[in-house]
């Protein structure tokens, strides 16, 4: 846990001059590094739903559906894509979280 970050201090006195909260810097910080997070995921997904013109759970329902037959291409898609649906749900709650700080 970061609850106790030593800041040095030239960087605690040039943060007083400009006005600059160091945890709102963090925060600010932070929040960039999920939103690239997020913007990967949002693309995943997206190509994924360009390429099999389709939703995931359709998708899912889709490869269930098939009798006698593998596509290790289409379940390996799935399980990348799932991957992302889910980091995509992390990473937007995690979002939340840190913009209601």
Known sequence: MLTNIQIPALL???CQEMAIIPSELLQNYVLTQIQGKIHKYETEDARF???YSCESQEFRARIEAMENEENFEWEDDLMDWE????NLALWREREKEVRSL
């Open 49 to 51: 739903r360009k390429k």
């Open 12 to 14: 605690s006195d040039v």
């Open 83 to 86: 991957f992302a649906a889910e």
